[in-house]
């Protein structure tokens, strides 16, 4: 059964726009948070008070608190750009990290303490309070706002770090055990499909010779070009197809193969390289016992959010005398690179059926292409 459907282009964002919303939402975030305790000093004008204490003007509360908290709106991104470039694999990096930080803490206590006594020039013109008060009076809190942001941004951004580290080694972990599948597929597919194109041509059976060695020429530039991890479930479908018509060209009516598919589920993301190692192991071993012939199919459905694979063959299954299941690098390899890429959040199961035969079946979680 072939199916042959087009890419779906969906729409992507560009990292300029993703940029914007970002800033945008950490704009939201820190007027939200910055609002709190300006919301809290006008609540608190709203307290009864003693006979003769005058209620202050809900716009002279608002304009002070705004200066108190706002300008923390401004210095907050500036403060995590510090902590993002920080770091502290030598002593030099450690003082010029802290001198930055000393530096803008210092710009920003200038800078609040003056916009804070001019608001209280403004508000408050009989007190005619010095500037360099107000900036030594804001100093403190200023100092200590800043640490406790500063330690906070300092905790996420080491979270970031370690998480982007986990990542990377993750993503070469998968990608060692990719290219060790295309080295196994490589040497051992490649020389019994080239010595059967050449004793098809010895035959003078140039048209088949032909037909499979341009099918080999597709199979070959799908699995050695550089992929990414998850690919489209359809991309995989195409390249198997190819992988058995070549065995039929080999095997003959001995090769009895059956691929069974959701439409759905070719817009679903599996990892490159996941469906041949599977059906090169039914070959291997899923010959019958009574009429020498290979049985295999894959089947492929979606059940909600969740993807289903499996393979059957008509072999004689697993070894009831082994503890524990074996398994060819083909399948180790691929039972490694699900835990890589999906965690917990998969199920690889080998199981004899009762009929006879293996069935290798693959729960994974439907992500859309």
């Avoid at 006594?117 to 809190?141: D, F, K, M, T």
């Avoid at 070469?172 to 041509?201: C, G, K, S, Y």
Wanted: net charge positive; glycine share 8%; with cysteine.
């Amino acid at each position: 059964m072939s199916v042959r459907l087009g890419l779906g282009g969906g729409r992507r964002r560009s990292p300029g726009s993703i940029r914007v919303r970002q800033r945008l939402r950490y704009a939201v975030i820190s007027i939200l948070i910055a609002s709190v305790p300006v919301a809290l000093m006008v609540l608190a004008i709203r307290e009864p008070r003693e006979p003769g204490f005058p209620v202050e003007p809900l716009r002279e509360v608002l304009a002070f608190g705004a200066a108190l908290w706002y300008p923390w709106v401004f210095v907050a991104p500036l403060i995590d750009q510090q902590v993002r470039r920080s770091r502290f694999r030598t002593w030099t990096e450690r003082g010029q990290s802290l001198a930055r930080h000393l530096l803008l803490l210092a710009a920003f206590a200038v800078l609040h303490g003056t916009v804070v006594g001019g608001v209280a020039r403004s508000l408050y013109p009989n007190e005619n309070r010095p500037l360099w008060r107000s900036i030594r009076s804001q100093l403190l809190p200023d100092v200590l706002l800043y640490s406790a942001i500063a330690s906070g941004f300092g905790i996420a951004e080491a979270r970031r770090r370690q998480t982007e580290i986990a990542e990377r080694l993750r993503a070469e972990v998968a990608e060692a055990r990719l290219d060790a599948l295309r080295q196994q597929l490589n040497p051992h597919f490649l020389f019994n499909t080239l010595n059967h194109i050449v004793m098809r041509l010895r035959a003078q059976e140039v048209e088949p010779a032909t037909r499979m060695l341009l099918t080999l020429s597709d199979l070959l530039r799908d699995v050695l070009r550089e992929r990414a991890q998850l690919i489209p479930l359809r991309d995989e479908v195409k390249m198997v197809e190819r992988y058995l018509e070549i065995e039929r060209e080999r095997f003959g009516e001995r090769l009895q193969a059956e691929i069974r598919f959701e439409p759905r589920a070719l817009d679903a993301l599996v990892p490159s390289l996941l469906l041949q190692p599977l059906l090169e192991n039914a070959m291997r071993h899923g010959v019958s016992v009574t009429d020498g012939c290979c049985r295999l199919s894959l089947a492929i459905r979606t059940a909600g959010e969740r993807l289903a694979i499996e393979v059957r063959d008509a072999g004689p299954g697993l070894d009831p005398s082994h503890a524990t299941p074996p398994a060819g690098v083909g399948l180790s390899n691929t039972s490694e690179r699900l835990k890589y890429l999906y965690g917990g959040d998969h199920s690889f199961q080998l199981k004899t059926l009762e009929g006879g035969g293996l069935l290798v079946a693959i729960d994974l979680p439907f992500r859309r292409s």
